[in-house]
Antibody, heavy 118, light 107 residues
Framework: QVQLQESGPGLVKPSETLSLTCTVS????????WSWIRQPAGKGLEWIGR???????NYNPSLKSRVSMSLDTSKNQFSLKLSSVTAADTAVYYC????????????WGQGTLVTVSS | DIQMTQSPSSLSASVGDRVTITCRAS??????LNWYQQKPGKAPKLLIY???SLQSGVPSRFSGSGSGTDFTLTISSLQPEDFATYYC?????????FGQGTKVEIK
């Protein structure tokens, strides 16, 4: 059973960079796309982007100028960086596996709340 | 981006009821449409992918139908554990986009 776990600071100051890591267990990070999705409190879901095991990426155009993703196959981890954050970036951030055929999240992490505040 | 619109935004139903949730896309997504269930404080759970395919482990009372721009999620006999928020999501084009959610509450 594949499991994902997000980790990183729960509080980030405005204008700084949000950094999160997702650790995958129960399966290899190879041969799949790995994604980040976020959800502001009481609101809907927003896809941030994905990274393939080869390192190729796709980002949401609305966030593309501020997002970067990377992965470390030796640690079975992938990471998200979101720069120049504002209060609007406060949300629960989820990592997920994409089973393919477009984007379909079949395994998700439990989510981690990131608050942007000084 | 393709806009996804769900109706209703919320509904009240009783255990045993048949429940139908509708999702409409702003342009055709063929059959690239997924459904998720989310309970408070939890991550979304994949129920249906590719419009009508049941994800492994999901009870058969859940079913999906539709193609093009109009899709439906049906729960044939609502169970206590089904009270949650349901989201549709198109996987036809990047970025994938979600509906605003339908909250299913106890009547």
């Amino acid at each position: 059973q594949v499991q994902l776990q997000e980790s990183g600071p729960g509080l980030v100051k405005p204008s700084e960079t949000l950094s999160l890591t997702c650790t995958v267990s129960g399966g290899s990070i190879s041969s799949y796309y790995w994604s980040w999705i976020r959800q502001p409190a009481g609101k809907g879901l927003e896809w941030i982007g994905r990274i393939y095991s080869s390192g190729s990426t796709n980002y949401n155009p609305s966030l593309k100028s501020r997002v970067s993703m990377s992965l470390d196959t030796s640690k079975n981890q992938f990471s998200l960086k979101l720069s120049s954050v504002t209060a609007a970036d406060t949300a629960v951030y989820y990592c997920a596996r994409d089973r393919g055929s477009g984007w379909t999240g079949d395994y998700w992490g439990q989510g981690t709340l990131v608050t942007v505040s000084s | 981006d393709i806009q996804m619109t769900q109706s209703p935004s919320s509904l009240s139903a009783s255990v045993g009821d048949r429940v139908t949730i509708t999702c409409r896309a702003s342009q055709s997504t063929s059959s690239f449409l997924n459904w998720y269930q989310q309970k408070p404080g939890k991550a979304p759970k994949l129920l249906i992918y590719a419009a009508f395919s049941l994800q492994s482990g999901v009870p058969s009372r859940f079913s999906g139908s539709g193609s093009g721009t109009d899709f439906t999620l049906t729960i044939s006999s609502l169970q206590p554990e089904d009270f949650a928020t349901y989201y549709c999501q198109q996987s036809y084009s990047t970025p994938p986009t979600f509906g605003q959610g339908t909250k299913v509450e106890i009547k």
